[in-house]
């Protein structure tokens, strides 16, 4: 699987936009990018994931570029409650294996 | 409500015991998994199971046994033979298809003193 280098930390204001950033140099073209997040002592939860193409769902928006090398997550509006790790994970096509990072520390303040 | 849960949320042996963790799905999943969480790092593969009565080791699996009796099920045992078992343990299911997105429980946090 690809590796993923995300920054160890960000901060944004409430009702920014948040974009958090993810190298992926070493992506195939079957593997996909996934992004979860997990609030301190809680299961992660599922966000986003893509392949080629942007994506955009209720939670967050993906751009992924051309070259397929790096992504940005998108979280349009921030609240205080997306305060969280982002994890940015790169998954080989056919697999079931996540493979975590140490993710982003996304802190928003008010 | 559809979900996972893991029970229960903090759990203390003493050394040298095993200790089984439970991880109950009703979403209807094929696919469950077991990670491992220590402080401050990200989530590592214990074990995961695709379908009923089969499993497989995921990158630390050593020190660790799991069953897949039924679907709904993945129960997982820490063995004396693990050498730090002291984690948040995570469990999660998916369907078997594309996307996989997985849905994660609660955590077992294990204290082993």
């Known amino acids: ?60 928006s993906l751009i992924i570029t051309e070259d397929r090398k790096s992504s940005t997550l998108i979280l349009p509006h921030a609240t205080l409650r997306d305060t969280a790790v982002y994890y940015c994970i790169v998954r080989t096509s056919g697999t079931d294996k996540l493979i975590f990072g140490t993710g982003t520390r996304l802190q928003v303040f008010p | ?33 077991w990670y491992r969480q220590d402080p401050g790092q990200g989530l590592r593969l214990i074990y995961y199971s695709q379908i009923v009565n089969d499993f497989q080791k995921g990158d630390i699996a050593e020190g660790y046994s799991v069953s897949r009796e039924k679907k709904e099920s993945f129960p997982l045992t820490v063995t004396s033979a693990q050498k730090n078992p ?3 343990y995570l469990c999660a299911s998916s369907r078997v298809d594309l996307t996989n997105e997985q849905f994660f429980g609660p955590g077992t946090r294990l204290t082993v003193l």
Not at chain 1, 32 to 53: D, F
């Open chain 1, 1 to 60: 699987d690809a590796k993923t280098t995300q920054p160890t930390s960000m901060d944004c204001a409430e009702g920014r936009a948040a974009n958090l950033p993810c190298n992926h140099s070493t992506i195939s073209g079957n593997e996909y990018v996934y992004w979860y997040r997990q609030i301190h002592s809680q299961g992660p939860q599922y966000i986003i994931h893509g392949l080629k193409n942007n994506e955009t769902n209720e939670m967050a």
């Open chain 2, 1 to 33: 409500d559809g979900g996972i849960t893991q029970s229960p949320k903090y759990l203390f042996r003493k050394e040298g015991q095993n200790v089984t963790l439970s991880c109950e799905q009703n979403l209807n999943h094929d696919a469950m998994y």
């Open chain 2, 86 to 88: 002291t984690a948040f």
